[in-house]
Each structure stands twice: as C-alpha cells, then as structure tokens.
C-alpha cells in the first residue's frame, strides 16, 4: 500500500509559478513510477506529467510541456511538480498517482494503482 499527500496548490495570478509536492510513504519509493494528473471543474480528470523511478525519464502532456517540469526526490519519498508561466486554463485539483512499475508509466489513469487526495491550483487573470 502506497499514501500519497500533495502540497504546494494556491491561489496565484496568471504568470506566477508554483511548485506542487507528493509526499510518499509506505512502499520503497524508488520503486515505481509517479505521475501527476489535474481535473478542472466539470472536466474529466486529464494527464499531466510522469517521471520513472530514478528519473531518467520523463513525458508531458503537450499542453504544459516547456512550462512544467516534474521531478523526484527519492532520498526524500518526493515526487514535485514545477508549475511556471500559469494561465486560468491551469486551474484544478491537481494529483498525484503511483505507478506498480519502474518505467515511465502511459499517461493514462489505468497506468496507476495509487492516487493522492488532490491539491487545489487556482490562476486569476
């Protein structure tokens, strides 16, 4: 069994940056592969992010690829998510998720067996 707790969410204006924490615990961290997902109000929850186990690999969704970075911290149990040049669009519940393998997880819901309980981003123009 994996926890996973998010920090770092906020209200910021448009141009500001943020960076999001996942804290994990309770499976060796540097195990599998992590992710980071966001819903926005009355959208379906879309992917984000993913890195694999050690780092060295990492994917992005096209919308947010060159303003995002994710990153991890395995000494730390840490997964972050680097969040720059914020528009309104960014607004949601960001989370993050826990694959079951070490490599770079399919940016798909289903590629995860854990999911933390969401940190709110909120942009205004």
């Known amino acids: 069994q994996v926890q996973l707790v998010e920090s770092g969410g906020g209200l910021v204006q448009a141009g500001d940056s943020l960076r999001l924490s996942c804290a994990a615990s309770?499976?060796?961290?540097?195990?599998?592969?992590m992710g980071w997902f966001r819903q926005a109000p009355g959208k379906e929850r879309e992917f984000v992010a993913a890195i694999s186990w050690n780092g060295g690999h990492t994917y992005y969704a096209e919308s947010v690829k060159c303003r995002f970075t994710i990153s991890r911290d395995n000494a730390k149990n840490t997964v972050y998510l680097q969040v720059n040049s914020l528009t309104p669009e960014d607004t949601a519940v960001y989370y993050c998720a826990a694959s079951n393998t070490y490599g770079l997880p399919p940016p798909v819901d289903g590629s995860y067996a854990y999911w933390g309980q969401g940190t709110q981003v909120t942009v205004s123009s």
């Open positions: 309770g499976r060796t961290f540097s195990s599998y592969g």
